[in-house]
Every structure is written in C-alpha cells, then in structure tokens.
C-alpha cells in the first residue's frame, strides 16, 4: 500500500470484531515502535501490551473508549529518559511517545488492523491499575484489533480546514 493510500484510508474505529490479532503482526507493530524517532535518539517510551480479560477490564474502568479492542498498547514515556530543550526545559516526553503512537497506528494499518488513538483516560486510574513505576507518564492508548463488520470513519473524518488555513 502506498503511503498516501494509508493515511487517507485509515480512520480511528471504534468497534471491534472479537478475532485475535496474531503475535508476528503484534511484533511487527513493536518493531515499528521501537524505530520511532525521539529527541536525541533517548528513546524514553515504555510500551505496555494488554490482552488478557483481566488486564483489558481494567482498561475499561479507565476509559469508555476500548471499544472492544482485543489488544490496547499503553504508550508511556519515562521522564528520567527524556530530553530536554536547553533553550527552556522543555521535556520531549509527551512529542517522543506520540510519534512512536503514530508510527505503531499506521503500521498496524498497513498490516490490515484497524485501531484508534485514545487520550481520554484517567492516567491516575491506570497508573494505579497496571503498577506502572515512578516517573512514567502515560500519554496513549491504543486499541488495536480487526475492525468489526459495521466499523465505519466518524462523519467528520473527512473534514479537513483548507491548507490555507493551516500555514502561517
């Protein structure tokens, strides 16, 4: 599939078929998430798989928004691994773990897999939920699973602002 082919088809879905997502397309998503470029190259994700029931309820009770996905990546960034701009302090944390959201997103797309960038979630909920260390910030979740027979795009998915609009 060529890329413009990708990131013109591919819509966030909100609704699954229950089919398991087979391990090599779990590890090809993985592998496109560790060649995610970050801020000098600290690559400060952390990256949590949950697929077993007990694990995805507690996704549930931190978010409305799994959707009946099989698979959620929990997409973290350690803030002792971060850079800094050393113009201001600004952390790269959160820009670092969502191009590596993006990369895991169009990669489980070109692999057929549909999946949806979540950030409405209780990060304290989850931090508790999971027992993820000190200093991890969860930034995404990403459900990822096979879209569900009736999985349609939003009807603003296609409402894009003219470019004009967009530069400055």
């Keep these: 599939m060529e890329f413009q082919e990708l990131i013109t088809n591919r819509y966030s879905t909100r609704a699954f078929a229950d089919a398991p997502v087979e391990r090599e397309k779990l590890g090809a998503i993985l592998a ?5 470029p970050t801020a000098h190259n600290s690559q400060p994700q952390r990256i949590k798989i949950v697929s077993a029931p007990e694990e995805l309820a ?9 959707y009946g996905a099989p698979v959620v990546f929990v997409i973290c960034y350690d ?10 302090g600004v952390n790269s944390g959160v820009v670092d773990a969502s191009i590596v959201t993006a990369h895991m997103m169009l990669q489980a797309e070109a692999l057929g897999l549909a999946s949806c960038w979540v950030m ?4 304290e909920k989850l931090i508790k939920a999971f027992g993820l260390a000190e200093g991890l910030t969860p930034i995404a979740l990403l459900p990822v699973g096979y879209g569900a027979p009736d999985a349609a795009p939003s009807p603003f998915h296609t409402d894009r602002k003219p470019l004009s609009e967009l530069l400055l």
């Design 32 to 36: 496109s998430a560790r060649l995610a």
């Design 58 to 66: 507690k996704i549930d009770d931190c978010s409305p928004c799994r």
């Design 79 to 88: 803030g002792a691994e971060t850079w800094r701009r050393p113009f201001d």
């Design 120 to 123: 409405f979630f209780n990060p």
